[in-house]
């Protein structure tokens, strides 16, 4: 009992002055933890970039070259040159179609020959003479 009146009143309890507050424990964030501020990705600037296409198209394949119903002077999209076309006379379906027509209104096919032997009723295919490259077709309207 002394000893603790004694305690009390002369000695005051060893006072340990603790901290405020405990530290926090350190944080834990696993295994991701968060970057540095200094490192935030920043977000991506809002890119104005106009992606401009050429207006004008590209150039067309082939100008349309006016061919006629024989040799036409032409200039050759292969080869580049100038040339007259050289013409193969092909028989088309209108030829078939006339044929047919012939056949039935003749009632014979002795006429069915007439169209495969008409220019008129063929189909010109015109080739360059140089490169031999075809170049176009030209077909009776
Ligand atoms: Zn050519």
Known sequence: MDATM??????????????????????????NPPPPAGLAVPAVPPRTTVITTPAAPA???????KLGPGPTGASCPTC??????RVDFVPNTRTHIVSAALC??????CGCFVPYCMRSCK??????PAC?????????S
């Open 123 to 128: 189909s010109a295919n015109h080739y360059c």
């Open 132 to 140: 031999k490259a075809f170049i176009g077709t030209y077909q009776h």
């Open 80 to 85: 580049h040159k100038s040339i007259v076309t």
């Open 59 to 65: 150039a067309p394949a082939g100008r349309p070259i």
């Open 6 to 31: 004694e305690n009390k009143m002369g000695l005051p309890p060893p006072y340990e002055p603790t901290a405020p507050s405990p530290a926090p424990p350190p944080s834990y964030f696993g295994d």
């Open 104 to 109: 039935v209104l003749a009632g014979c096919c």
